[in-house]
């Protein structure tokens, strides 16, 4: 077993309490979050794009994060120090980058054609 599969199993079988962040896409200014009869989460809104839960039942942290993953307004959740996202989407951090670079590159070359 590789390293991910250990921990994934590690996840599966964890017992108390459990806390952990998701964060939301980019662009996306309001998210709306259900309560379900069959996991208790609770969560906590940090900032725009970040959302933090606790759950008292650690066992149940496999489900809810196939829950979020499958919401498309989701781009990743932390849980503990292991960060899972969909399949070939990059860490948030490198969009971020890559959007500042962007916008960095924009705002030059609109100032070369202003002089």
């Not at 990059?90 to 030059?108: C, F, G, N």
């Amino acid at each position: 077993m590789d390293p991910s599969q250990i921990q994934a199993e590690m996840i599966k079988w964890q017992s108390g309490p459990s806390y952990g962040f998701i964060k939301i896409r980019l662009g996306v200014r309001r998210i709306l979050v259900l309560k379900t009869g069959s996991i208790e989460v609770k969560f906590m809104f940090v900032d725009v794009s970040i959302i933090m839960f606790t759950m008292q039942i650690g066992k149940d942290t496999s489900e809810l994060k196939e829950f979020v993953l499958n919401q498309p307004k989701a781009y990743e959740i932390k849980i503990g120090d292991h960060v899972f996202r969909r399949p070939g989407d990059p860490p948030l951090e490198k969009v971020i980058k890559k959007l500042h670079e962007e916008k960095s590159e924009a705002h030059d070359h609109s100032s070369k054609e202003e002089l």
